[in-house]
């Protein structure tokens, strides 16, 4: 392992302890995968390795690592019976939910191939997706309502670095997508934790200034996209770190370039195109858009994957509805790469997005108080799925409606009109 390679992975998990988790003494850490079923990649070791050695010298009481193996997955689909699709390892849900109603931190790293269940039968990918998210709903509303410190970051491996990089030398794919990796999540800076803390600032800035606006909605515009998002009485706007019950801060996301809230689940008219294409389960689904009415998806349009894409749709009622609206702009260092990453935890931070399926609780005042019923009622949508596509480009326009009427611009060209 190159020298300079091994000081930044120690400086990538000193940032993720510190800024991603804030990982108190005495606390568990649970490292654990995108899927509950895959697990961490085991060819992410080296990273997991130099976090679990970070966190002890933190003082972490114990370090648990859910393992998987994309191959080992990718077999399950290949080879097993289809009316065993509904298994789920007992263990894993039960594990993790010891965790959160402890208190202790969530890791996920996402390390996989984008393609790997390209050409599998959608119904057993939205089976095994439907039955990861029933199985983990109790440790998800842990998350959604903050009540732990959790982060999502992202590693490289080889299939998926010769995704993003795939003209060139096989021998040098994984480096360059670890070299991006570390310069979007500011790694290569001087002194990272301090430049994060100057970026959470700014992010906090444009939260405030969205917050005291309190749009009645946004509207969308740009090619294929004509959009109005309403958003409820009482929503906040969220970015950068958060604290959880125990008022210890926390960034959920490592990059993350957003400021966020939540829809009103009942006032989303029209249509909206996706600018980036959305891996998601090990498939991708492209060139498509989605129409809405009274807050509901009517219609699925996709070139590729519009298959797995109504299945996501169909998971539950809540999944046909919208769970977050989130501004970046188009100048965020991500989009400055010109990458295409196929992996939403970064290519959301690249551009505007949107979600279907869930809404975070703590974008709502009194929101993580409330029964599912008032939770409702106010505007905020359920369910077991939470996933975000991308619809940000140079060419958006944003616009903010007034409690008034009034429209005011937000976003031109794909960056901020307002200053703060």
């Known amino acids: 392992m190159p020298n300079e390679f091994k000081q930044n992975l120690n400086k990538y998990a000193d940032l993720v302890l510190e800024i991603g988790l804030n990982l108190q003494r005495g606390q568990r850490l ?12 085991i060819q992410a070791a080296p990273l997991v390795r ?70 599998q039968d959608p119904e057993l990918v939205a089976q095994v997706q439907k039955t990861a998210a029933e ?16 982060a999502g970051i992202a590693a490289s491996v080889p299939s998926w670095a010769a ?27 001087e002194d990272p934790i301090s430049a994060w803390r100057e970026h959470t600032k700014a992010l906090k800035q444009r939260c405030s200034f969205l917050n005291q606006k309190q749009y ?11 959009l109005k998002i309403g958003l409820p009485q009482g929503h906040m706007w969220m970015g950068g770190s958060t604290s959880n ?13 957003e400021v966020f809230t939540l829809p009103h689940r009942g006032q989303t008219e029209g249509i909206i195109s996706a600018t980036k294409p959305l891996s998601y389960a090990g498939s991708l689904i492209g060139d498509f858009s989605l129409t809405f009415k009274e807050g509901k998806v009517v219609k699925v349009n996709a070139k590729k994957g519009e298959a797995i894409l109504n299945k996501v749709i169909e998971n539950d009622e809540g999944a046909s509805r919208l769970g977050e609206v989130a501004l970046v702009p188009h100048n965020s260092p991500i989009s400055q790469t010109g990458l295409l990453f196929y992996n939403t935890l970064i290519d959301e931070n690249a551009s505007n997005h949107i979600a279907i399926g869930s ?14 019923e008032e939770f409702a009622a106010a505007g905020g949508n359920t369910s077991l799925i939470h996933v975000d596509f991308m619809t940000g480009s140079a060419e958006i326009k944003v616009d903010g409606l007034t409690a008034e009427g009034d429209s005011e611009p937000v976003m031109r060209s794909g960056e901020w009109v307002f200053k703060v």
């Open 30 to 41: 649970i490292i654990a995968g995108p899927s509950p079923y895959a697990g961490v990649s």
């Open 245 to 257: 019950k125990d008022g210890n801060t926390f960034t959920a996301n490592l990059p993350t370039e």
């Open 359 to 372: 809404a975070y609780r703590f974008c709502l005042q009194d929101g993580i108080g409330m029964s599912e």
């Open 135 to 150: 199985k983990r709903r109790p440790t998800a509303e842990y998350q959604r309502r903050n009540d732990i410190s959790w």
């Open 216 to 226: 009645s909605a946004l509207n969308f515009e740009g090619p294929g996209t004509d």
């Open 50 to 119: 130099a976090i679990t050695a970070n966190a002890y010298m933190r003082g972490a009481r114990f370090v648990d690592v859910m393992w998987g193996d994309d191959q080992i997955f990718l077999e399950r689909f290949k080879n097993a019976p289809h009316d065993s699709f509904e298994e789920f390892p007992p263990g894993r849900s039960s594990g993790m939910l010891d965790y959160a109603e402890n208190g202790d931190c969530l890791l996920f790293i996402i390390a996989n191939d984008p393609d790997l269940l390209a050409g």
């Open 163 to 189: 995704k993003v990089f795939p003209d060139a030398p096989e021998d040098e794919q994984d480096a360059n997508l670890w070299q991006k990796i570390f310069e979007i999540c500011r790694v290569d800076r």
